[in-house]
């Protein structure tokens, strides 16, 4: 007996399932499984029947829904992250975003930024700002990484608060982080380069993970 092939809406949902609620995606995530009109046009029937949602042009999500509240923003990490992969760009945190996830702050900030090497984009979800910051090879240091995420958080806050970056980064970084963070300080501003070294010091106390 001759079996069917999954349709291009089949294979699409069947990879968001497995994905999980919450994923976002582009259609260049799919395009190993059909060319790019058909996937364009899978997606557009796979909104309108209401099993993916679309976020902004050319980015879609699997949303999490709650029982009361319904269908659930996505994640600013995982829209960027997704707009990142449509274009084979680096991207790291920054801004204030950098300095909620070093945990400097526990104050969830409206507009996320990113930094990438690849083309900016501003994505607009309900009253989040998903922005992504075309920037050169002197300001994307370590990008992706926890070492990364510190030069941001520096970098945000200036030389007023960089003691209050030691002191969190110090204890949330492992070792293999510090050795990333000693090795590019030198790609750092000359203002930056004393704290860097100071966190990355086996003094602070390396958490090897």
């Not at 995530?29 to 042009?57: E, H, N, P, Y």
């Not at 300001?139 to 960089?162: C, E």
């Amino acid at each position: 007996m001759k079996t069917t092939a999954p349709s291009i809406p089949d294979q699409i949902m069947r990879r968001a399932r497995a994905a999980g609620r919450g994923g976002v995606f582009t259609p260049t995530d799919f395009l190993d499984v059909g060319a790019r009109a058909a996937i364009d046009q899978a997606l557009s029937r796979l909104t309108k029947g209401g099993k993916l949602r679309r976020l902004a042009r050319g980015l879609y999500d699997f949303p999490k829904v709650h029982p009361k509240l319904g269908p659930l923003s996505p994640a600013p990490d995982d829209v960027a992250q997704a707009l990142a992969r449509e274009t084979g760009s680096q991207l790291q945190i920054a801004g204030a975003r950098a300095v909620n996830v070093l945990g400097l702050t526990t104050q969830v900030p409206a507009k996320s930024t990113y930094l990438t090497d690849g083309p900016s984009r501003r994505v607009v979800l309900g009253e989040r700002v998903v922005d992504l910051r075309h920037a050169s090879s002197k300001h994307l240091i370590a990008p992706g990484s926890a070492a990364g995420t510190v030069f941001q958080a520096l970098r945000h806050v200036g030389p007023l608060r960089a003691a209050d970056v030691v002191q969190i980064a110090a204890s949330r970084l492992s070792a293999s982080d510090k050795r990333t963070l000693a090795s590019t300080a030198t790609l750092a501003p000359a203002w930056m380069r004393p704290t860097l070294m100071s966190i990355a010091s086996p003094a602070t106390g390396d958490i090897d993970r």
